[in-house]
């Protein structure tokens, strides 16, 4: 899971041993909070039902065997030393790896792509332009021709990344509910029930209903509970080994699992769905990544995790194979093997812990729908930022209070570990085979290496989660039903945006107006021109928006200067602050018409609306200073000569046109030898001032064009924007009409606009209704 907000999301590249130790101790309490709390249900749940316990120790044996192998081999092998490396320039996760992929094999993840956008410089990292040799480079054209199987790529990730989201409801309620069973010790059988769930659930609650206050202010505290349940549990289990069992290490022989399968055949097949929750929590180390460096958490993990955990599964086994006949019932699990003077004290760290690994998932829910929203494979929802000085940490109101319901749900409907195990194993089970499966095409396809390495690997560790998917799934009607239905759900809403989005833009697309229309209307495009700066708010990269035709024959009036703005998402994490707008000329100089095309990576932050409007005047104002003379453009017939100029915010670009509002400390820069100051007139209340270098020299068209700037925005900016009623065109299909009328319309109504989510301030907003007719 992701959790993000505790680290800066860029940690330093060459960092110092100190950095590493103190980015490995603060990855305990962000990456390995679930995975640290797995003890908690694992023999639990292995034990339930479909093992029945004897007078030896083959079964319990077995079981630890199998823990440690699974331990050893998919968090250890498959992710510490492969998966790990597969970063997408310093972030991971399902999406990681799928962005990854898609700008390796050129596949446009969204509608309005295009060419500048290789040209980022993150875009282009890790030989990405580099060529392709043998199979990888079929394996690439095939990919770039059939939109087909760009359209199964897609469903993979969009099915690894509804399961990590259907884990953000059963991770919680497991962790949480396991940690409070140890209230059963101290009461009857028939009674401890009564008092679990509602403590569970208030526990639920509580932590729910805190998100939105962030976690800056009690994120220190996460990194020590952690360690000292580590710490708590492998002590633990060193007291239990050495005073219950020395020679429980031999069960660490694979041999073991060869005779637990043998003997218990079908029952222990079914029973793995139980030891596969001993890696829940895995998938965080890797979707975490970009919090962290790949060393801190090898080392946090190799060093500190991996044994405590070990620790602890050879301690319960110990206690238990020397109780499986005192003891009547296998499923009390963690707790009996606690000694009886320090259970309550280990209770509440354990109620902290799961509390603590519960509060990660939750985020990383919340960072990952943004980051499908970012990508067009999920509707707009409100995000809210929690921390000012803390990058990356969000709240998302609607999904929050979602989570809470469904995770309540689960836990006064289940009220047992073990069927809230089989759906949270499932879930994990799920989202890992699909990371085998892309991992397998990242190696062909971006580390260039040979398709037998590949087919190796996903034969080997697709092997080993295909064995406990099917132990998994064999329990569908005892609970794993649940990640199913949910990953349906938002499967198919996400794939309904997804597609919903691709034809409304192919529809922009299709009646956007030409640039013959626009010079046939004259100077004045046919209208009064007031005073003021109109945004047009468009997904299009290039051409008139329909929408535009619209105001021009409908309205009297409209602004001095007019922007085409789109602001949309790369498939990239970050875009340069130096990078981020795209500012060229629609049309002739005259006209006052530009186009502004605002960049951002699917973990970016946006900016509140007073510090973007700022940039976005400030970049056209560059583009005004530094445009050369015969990149004047409209005068083709084509939008393809348009040519866009590069041009980052006003705190990466210190040697260009700066703008200044209203600031009394101004007055100070005016004078000296580098800067030349453009005054606005004095009448106006609202002053806005430009201060650019003294050299290059520009023209005196510039400098009116500039002053012409100025003026509108001081008098004041407004956005416009299209409000569309999509709909499926006569002779479509049922399915494409009933995706199109029902399904995107519903989610469209429901979500948020382009102005909420944007933060564009109402009072300056203008709405036109309009409706599509989109082609099925």
């Known amino acids: 899971m992701d959790f993000e907000g505790v680290i800066h999301s860029n940690p330093i590249k060459k960092e110092s041993w100190r950095t590493v130790l103190t980015l490995a101790y603060q990855s305990l309490g962000v990456v390995y909070g679930d995975l640290s709390t797995s003890p908690l249900y694992v023999y639990k749940s292995t034990f339930a039902e479909d093992i029945q316990h004897s007078e030896t120790n083959e079964e319990i044996y077995g079981v630890l065997s199998f823990v440690f192998w699974t331990l050893t081999l998919v968090p250890l092998l498959k992710y510490v030393f492969i ?23 050129r596949i446009m993840t969204v509608p309005n792509c295009q060419l500048a956008d290789e ?31 760009q359209g199964v790529l897609l469903v993979l990730a969009l099915i690894g990344t509804c399961m990590v989201i259907g884990d953000g409801v059963l991770t919680p309620a497991l962790s949480v509910f396991s940690a409070v069973s140890g209230l059963e010790l101290s009461m009857s059988k028939e009674h401890h029930q009564y008092v679990e769930v509602p403590v569970a659930c208030i526990i639920l609650v509580f932590l729910f209903a805190l998100q939105h206050y962030g ?13 000292t349940w580590l710490l708590c549990i ?31 055949q079908r029952g222990g097949w079914m029973s793995l769905g139980g030891i596969l929750l001993c890696i829940t929590g895995s998938e965080a180390m890797f979707a975490d990544l970009g919090h962290f460096s790949q060393l801190s958490i090898k080392i946090a993990f190799t060093f500190v995790v991996y044994p405590s955990l070990i620790l602890a599964y050879m301690g319960q086994a110990a206690y238990l194979s020397k109780h499986h006949i005192i003891e009547s019932d296998y499923r009390i699990g963690f707790y009996v093997s606690v000694p009886e003077k320090i259970r309550w004290p280990v209770l509440a760290i354990a109620i902290l812990a799961a509390v603590v690994g519960s509060q990660a998932i939750i985020t990383g829910t919340f960072s990952i729908i943004k980051q499908c929203s970012a990508l067009g494979c999920f ?17 998302i109101p609607d999904i929050n209070w979602t989570l809470m319901l469904l995770c309540l749900a689960v836990t006064i409907g289940f009220r047992d570990t073990k069927r809230m195990g089989n759906a949270s194993g499932l879930a994990v089970i799920t989202v890992m085979l699909v990371t085998t499966c892309l991992m397998s095409l990242v ?42 239905a949910l990953s349906f759900i938002f499967l198919i809403v996400m794939y309904v945006w997804h597609y919903g ?4 833009y192919e529809f922009d697309v299709q009646n956007k107006v030409s640039i013959n229309w626009l010079l046939s209307l004259g100077h004045s495009l046919g209208i009064v021109r007031v005073r003021g700066i109109g ?49 060229g000329r629609v049309g002739p100089k005259e006209h006052r018409l530009y186009r502004c095309i605002a960049r951002y990576g699917y973990r970016d932050i946006h900016k509140d609306d007073l510090e973007f409007e700022k940039d976005l005047v400030r970049s056209i104002a560059e583009f005004i200073r530094s445009e050369r003379p015969e990149s004047n453009v409209g005068q083709e017939d084509s939008e393809k000569d348009e040519k866009m100029t590069v041009v980052g915010t006003s705190s990466s670009n210190l040697e260009g046109i700066r703008m200044c509002e209203d600031d009394p400390d101004f007055s100070e820069l005016v004078g000296t030898s580098e800067l030349r100051e453009i005054r606005s007139p004095e009448r106006l209340r609202k002053r806005v001032r430009f201060v650019m270098p003294e050299s290059p020299q520009i023209d005196i068209d510039a400098q009116e064009e500039l002053q012409e700037l100025m003026e509108a925005r001081e008098a004041g900016m407004a956005f416009i924007m299209g409000h569309s009623y999509v709909r499926a065109k006569r002779g479509s299909s049922l399915i494409k009409k009933v995706v199109i009328n029902f399904g995107y319309d519903f989610l469209r109504r429901n979500s948020r606009g382009p102005a909420y989510a944007f933060s564009i301030p109402h009072a300056s907003t203008l709405e036109v209704a309009s409706t599509m007719h989109c082609s099925g």
């Open 119 to 149: 040209e980022l410089s993150e875009y282009t990292k890790d030989g990405i332009v580099s060529a392709h040799k043998g199979i990888g480079s079929s394996l690439k054209s095939t990919l770039e021709k059939h939109r087909v199987l």
């Open 501 to 504: 989005t691709l034809k409304k």
């Open 379 to 395: 509707p707009r929802v409100k995000i809210i930022h929690t921390s000012s000085k803390m990058h990356g940490q969000i709240y």
């Open 234 to 264: 492998s002590a633990i289990g060193v007291y239990n080994i050495f005073h219950w069992n020395r020679n429980v290490y031999q069960a660490l022989s694979p041999y073991y699992m060869y005779k637990f399968l043998k003997k218990t």
């Open 535 to 583: 945004l047009i708010q468009t997904e299009l990269v290039s051409g008139i928006p329909a929408i535009f035709s619209h105001f021009v024959t409908n309205l009297p009036a409209f602004h001095q200067i007019l922007v085409f703005l789109c602001i949309k998402s790369v498939p990239m994490p970050h875009v340069r602050p130096e990078e981020r707008f795209l500012v």
């Open 215 to 227: 976690t800056h202010r009690v994120g220190f505290l996460f990194a020590p509970v952690v360690i």
């Open 443 to 484: 190696m062909v396809l971006c580390w260039h290496k040979s398709v037998f390495l590949a087919i190796c690997f996903i034969f080997f560790f697709g092997s080993i989660e295909a064995l406990y998917f099917s132990a998994s799934l064999i329990k569908f009607l005892e609970g794993a039903w649940v990640p199913i």
């Open 83 to 105: 998966v790990l490396r597969a970063d997408d320039n310093g972030e991971g996760g399902t999406f990681a790896l799928y962005s990854l992929l898609c700008r390796h094999a």
